[in-house]
């Protein structure tokens, strides 16, 4: 990560609430064309989520701690605040000196930017402008939340913008936080009713619309040079799983999250 970070564009992408499961299933299925052409092997790594709910989970990830490989470790991180004791912390781990990535990142001469999706990014009140807060320019307007049924395609289109303004020289990382999956997804479904409310089938057509508009977020970051993405859930979410619903709570739906990180190489 010494070698990348400096030379290309950095994406950290969050599919806020994703099942580690559903996203699995669909991959396989053949139902998420434009993600699984990127992770490796056409799969889906798993790992466990640093926190059970968004907040918690993205201030771990943006100290450095992105979920763990679900297999006995330790495991080398690709990012790490400098912390004396560290076990995870290796050679090829970017080390910064700052409180959090994003203000490591900044102080490398990146442009930080946050498009924000569910309420912990919406910066209107004092909780929901902490992690945005973090970045050098942040973006957050009601389309892109949890109750917009084309919320994706909204941060995808603020996304692309914020590309097209940057000089040529300038490295990016942007940070996209996707609400699509978070409740409420039932308007994803067709047929679906929000009296019935939401379901893991609603949760997985979200998934699919996510899906079908990723691409354009990919080739924008990938228009000026390449750029290394992080495409992973914060944490996952029960749909009655042994009588749970929701998150923030330790059941193994939600502990355990898709992950994988790949290269995007720059467009012609």
Request: glycine fraction near 10%; hydrophobic fraction near 40%.
């Amino acid at each position: 990560m010494n070698e990348v970070v400096g030379r290309d564009d950095l994406l950290l992408l969050t599919l806020d609430t994703l099942r580690h499961d559903v996203a699995v299933e669909l991959a396989a299925a053949g139902r998420l064309p434009n993600l699984t052409a990127h992770l490796p092997g056409g799969t889906w790594e798993r790992r466990h989520a640093p926190g059970n709910f968004t907040y918690a989970s993205h201030q771990a990830m943006f100290a450095g701690f992105l979920p763990t490989p679900a297999v006995p470790g330790p495991h080398p991180r690709l990012f790490a605040a400098r912390f004396a004791g560290s076990e995870t912390t290796a050679d090829r781990t970017f080390v910064f000196d700052t409180p959090d990535l994003v203000s490591g990142l900044a102080a490398h001469g990146y442009r930080t930017v946050c498009v924000g999706g569910v309420g912990f990014f919406n910066k209107q009140g004092a909780l929901g402008s902490v992690l945005p807060g973090l970045f050098q320019e942040s973006h957050w307007e009601p389309e892109f939340g949890v109750a917009s049924p084309t919320s994706f395609e909204a941060q995808v289109a603020r996304a692309e913008k914020v590309v097209a303004g940057l000089p040529a020289e300038q490295r990016l990382f942007l940070f996209l936080n996707v609400s699509a999956l978070h409740q409420p997804n039932w308007f994803h479904l067709p047929g679906a009713t929000r009296e019935a409310g939401d379901s893991r089938a609603t949760h997985a057509a979200a998934l699919e619309y996510v899906d079908a508009h990723v691409g354009r977020l990919f080739r924008a970051m990938s228009s000026r040079r390449r750029c290394f993405a992080v495409v992973c859930s914060d944490h996952g979410t029960a749909y009655g799983d042994d009588g749970y619903t929701g998150h923030r709570l330790g059941h193994d739906c939600v502990w355990t999250v898709p992950y994988s990180h790949f290269f995007l190489e720059p467009t012609a």
